[in-house]
């Protein structure tokens, strides 16, 4: 009988989200705001702004990438799995072990946004900061539809590798990520032939978020 290695226990393939928080709390807030707006697909300008209008505390537009959690079978499982995650440009992901021995892979990106856009109801920026925002919120989206892409090519192609054996450990132990740092070596790379390609784009967005300093409002 086949054993699954893999199963999710969550996931989401990435959104831009204007939420609405309490203006009397200086905590990170995850329950008791207003949504004013959610998409996982590229927004719009006057989306937003339709968004915006029905504000009446702090309204922050956030870009959230692409999360998958998985639960592993074996540790070497996870360690595989993380390697193409890293490997993709997910290179905030992680693995933790339960006190029970529960093994979870969680694949993270850094590629996040968030930006304060009122207080107390009112608007603290202009019309054509928005639409600044639109483009660096879309530019995300786009970068992270090339990850999730890269991830599943990746991801097909080392079990690909493993199913004539039907044993990943050799597959983990040539392409984990922690002996291509050992090694130097780049023909190692999960995704063969890309890596200049894959390495170009994931520097692009290492960059802090640029030109995001905020065009107040006289009014």
């Known amino acids: 009988m086949e054993q699954i290695i893999f199963f999710t226990t969550s996931s989401c393939s990435g959104r ?16 008791n705001c207003s949504w004013l707006y959610v998409s996982h697909q590229k927004c719009q300008k006057h ?25 592993c079978r074996r540790l070497e499982d996870a360690q595989l799995l993380h ?6 440009g997910f290179r905030n992901s992680g693995i933790t072990v339960g006190k029970k021995g529960k093994i979870m892979m969680a694949v993270r990106s850094t590629h996040c946004l968030e930006v304060p856009l009122s207080h107390r109801g009112k608007l603290l920026v202009t019309d ?10 879309n530019q995300k989206m786009d970068e992270n539809k090339k990850r999730i892409d890269r991830f599943y090519s990746c991801l097909q192609s080392v079990l690909t590798v493993a199913e004539p054996t039907g044993n990943l450990s050799t597959v983990v132990e040539n ?17 063969k032939g890309n890596s200049q390609d894959k390495e170009a784009e994931i520097q692009s967005d290492d960059d802090p978020e640029i030109g995001l300093s905020p065009l107040l409002n006289d009014t």
């Open 16 to 31: 831009i989200i204007l939420v609405d928080g309490s203006c009397e709390s200086t905590e990170v807030q995850k329950q």
């Open 47 to 71: 989306e937003l702004i339709a968004g915006l209008q029905k504000t009446s505390g702090e309204a922050v537009l956030k870009f959230e990438p692409f999360v998958l959690h998985v639960q």
């Open 83 to 88: 390697s193409v995650a890293i490997n993709s």
């Open 128 to 137: 054509e900061y928005i639409g600044h925002l639109v483009q660096v919120a």
């Open 175 to 191: 392409q984990s990520v922690y002996t291509h740092r050992r090694k130097r070596n780049k023909e190692q790379d999960v995704c």
